[in-house]
C-alpha cells in the first residue's frame, strides 16, 4: 500500500492531493490548495514549504508526483513556478519522500486519456476514477491528477 501525494506546484496558488494505492484500488484521502496572497515572494515560498511539511508530518505519503515545471511565454512566471517547485522538492526530500516529476501532457494523455485535453475534461475524469460526489476545484483537481499518474506509471 502506497501513500501518494499529487502537487501542482504555483507560487500564488500550490494545489495538492494525497491518495492511496491499495493494489489495483485508488482511494482519495484529502486535497485542496495552499494559497499565498502576500506580495513578499521568499515568504510565499516559505509558506509552500512549510505547509507541505504539515501535510507530509500529517498524512505520512511514501512518494511526491510533481508536475513538471514547463517553459511558458513569460520567463518571469516560468522561473516564479520553478521556485515554489523547488521549495515542494525540498520539503519533500527532507521528509524523506521519493520524487518524481510528471509533464503535464503525460499526465492529460494518463488520466485524461489525450495529451491535449481540457481542464474540465481532467477535473471529471479525477471524480470519475476516485469515486468522488463532486468535481475537485482545478488545482487541487491538477494535484490529483498528478498523483493518480504516478499511480498508474510507477507504482505496481
Known amino acids: 500500500m502506497s501513500i501518494i501525494l499529487g502537487i501542482d506546484p504555483g507560487s500564488r496558488i500550490t494545489g495538492y492531493g494525497l491518495i492511496k494505492k491499495n493494489k489495483d484500488k485508488l482511494i482519495y484521502i484529502n486535497?485542496?490548495?495552499?494559497?499565498?496572497?502576500?506580495?513578499?515572494?521568499?515568504?510565499?515560498?516559505?509558506?509552500?514549504?512549510?505547509?507541505?511539511s504539515d501535510i507530509i508530518n500529517t498524512f505520512k505519503p511514501t512518494d511526491c508526483a510533481i508536475e513538471k515545471v514547463f517553459i511558458a511565454r513569460n520567463i518571469n512566471s516560468a522561473l516564479k513556478l520553478s521556485y515554489a517547485s523547488s521549495a515542494v522538492i525540498i520539503s519533500a526530500i527532507n521528509h524523506n519522500l521519493s520524487i518524481f516529476e510528471?509533464?503535464?501532457t503525460k499526465i492529460k494523455l494518463v488520466v485524461?486519456?489525450?495529451?491535449?485535453?481540457k481542464k474540465i475534461h481532467i477535473?471529471?475524469?479525477v471524480r470519475i476514477i476516485l469515486h468522488l460526489s463532486d468535481i475537485p476545484n482545478q488545482d487541487a483537481a491538477d494535484a490529483l491528477a498528478v498523483a493518480i499518474t504516478h499511480s498508474r506509471i510507477i507504482i505496481n
Do not use: H
Open 123 to 125: 477535473q471529471n475524469m
Open 112 to 117: 485524461g486519456g489525450i495529451g491535449i485535453a
Open 31 to 52: 486535497s485542496g490548495c495552499i494559497e499565498t496572497k502576500i506580495k513578499d515572494f521568499p515568504m510565499r515560498l516559505k509558506i509552500i514549504y512549510s505547509k507541505i
Open 102 to 104: 510528471y509533464s503535464n
